[in-house]
């Protein structure tokens, strides 16, 4: 089984994939039409990216089964593509969250005491004092969270540790966990925000979730307050944060942002980092080096348990719900070519199998088959199964 690495990972990483007898390719710099041709030539079967886009072109190239995104999102490969050609897309959610909320908080901080704009002016001999010792400061200051998964999960004693009270909208917050958090369990992403000085941003972007962060978000904002983007930039409608940064003196801190370098380095044409009150990093939420290890390591389990296996985990493009409507049971001896009669049978009827597992009994002589099927096959299919090998022992029919 052969890896091809397309972007930069950790040499820890690539250890382990030497440890797990794993052949691999590494090739950071690889994007593009270089990318197709190098997925071609190789004869890889899984695919490792972090930033990298992964195209159509690119699932269609070669013999791939899995892609592992070595971080949290996976909004950067082309997913229904690979859906359906029947390739794994996993990833390593959680493994960056620490990161992502420490950097969270260092743009809380920075917006707050004017970090940026102290630093630079001392940079160009300038003292301001005067001007820079105003600040709010946090202590009291409600903090509101938008996404309370891993990342928001770890905002939480954070908030604590500095004083601030928690207002948090999740879909799937419930109230006996925001309890358990000790949060205020808000009903919808703008009465989060209407309860907060501070608001924070930790949701994955999904097309239920593109944009969410719209107009009447930002007018139920607090004149003046704080806004921290450490997600993805698609989540929130780009002219309304602008408009609040303009007209209702809306502080920004933005880890992610429209017209984001596709690239490690280039150029920035953004023009929300021209506005005042707007500060921002390289989309540096998940690189430190406690990051990078972990989620190397992950991806190094996720590749050698599909070896093991054959079942990836971390998968992100499974069937929520299969489109089986009926599961066929059968109850057969252990003998060679009693699946094929029985599928064959099924197959002349028009019927498609949506999943399949064979259950060995001990001593290998008998087994029973969980066959789950898009329509019920009627009476005659199943008496056509019957006869088609006399090893079926017994046929049962159930509706999902």
Not at 56 to 65: C, F, N, S, W
Request: one cysteine or more; a neutral charge.
């Amino acid at each position: 089984m052969k890896v091809l690495i397309a972007d930069k990972f950790e040499e820890s990483g690539r250890d382990g994939l030497r440890e797990a007898g794993l052949e691999f390719l590494y090739e950071p710099d690889l994007k593009e039409d270089l990318l197709v041709e190098a997925i071609r030539s190789s004869g890889a079967e899984i695919l490792v990216v972090r930033s990298t886009l992964v195209t159509r072109p690119m699932l269609e190239a070669g013999r791939l089964v899995l892609v592992v995104r070595a971080g949290a999102g996976f909004n950067t490969i082309d997913v229904d593509a690979a859906s359906e050609r029947g390739i794994y897309v996993a990833n390593c959610p959680g493994k960056n969250s620490l990161a992502v909320a420490e950097l969270a908080f260092g743009l809380i901080l920075a917006l707050d005491r004017r970090i940026p704009d102290n630093t630079a002016d001392l940079k160009r001999g300038v003292w301001n004092k005067k001007e820079y010792s105003k600040a709010r400061g946090l202590c009291g200051r409600t903090l509101g969270l938008i996404g309370v998964g891993r990342i928001g999960t770890e905002m939480i004693p954070r908030a604590r540790a500095f004083g601030m009270p928690v207002a948090a909208w999740s879909r799937s917050l419930t109230p006996e966990r925001a309890a358990q958090l000790r949060v205020e369990l808000k009903g919808s992403p703008h009465e989060a925000a209407a309860a907060s000085d501070i608001v924070s941003v930790h949701i994955a972007l999904t097309p239920q979730t593109r944009n969410l962060l719209d107009r009447g978000f930002f007018e139920a904002m607090k004149p003046g307050s704080y806004f921290i983007n450490t997600s993805r930039a698609d989540v929130v409608d780009q002219p309304s944060l602008e408009w609040a940064v303009r007209e209702r003196g809306v502080r920004a801190g933005l880890d992610v942002f429209a017209g984001e370098p596709p690239a490690g380095t280039g150029t920035v044409e953004a023009g929300i980092f021209s506005l005042p009150g707007v500060i921002g990093t390289h989309h540096i939420g998940a690189s430190t080096d406690q990051a990078q290890e972990a989620i190397a390591a992950e991806t190094v389990r996720i590749i050698a348990e599909y070896r093991r296996t054959g079942r990836p985990p971390n998968v992100v493009n499974l069937a929520k719900k299969s489109p089986a409507t009926h599961l066929l049971v059968v109850r057969h001896f252990d003998r060679v070519g009693v699946l094929a009669a029985v599928f064959d049978e099924i197959k002349a009827a028009g019927i498609n199998v949506q999943e399949t597992e064979n259950i060995v009994f001990d001593g290998a002589k008998a087994a029973v088959a969980r066959i789950h099927l898009n329509q019920a096959p009627s009476e005659e299919v199943l008496r056509s199964i019957r006869r088609s090998t006399s090893d079926v022992i017994e046929l049962s029919l159930l509706p999902l």
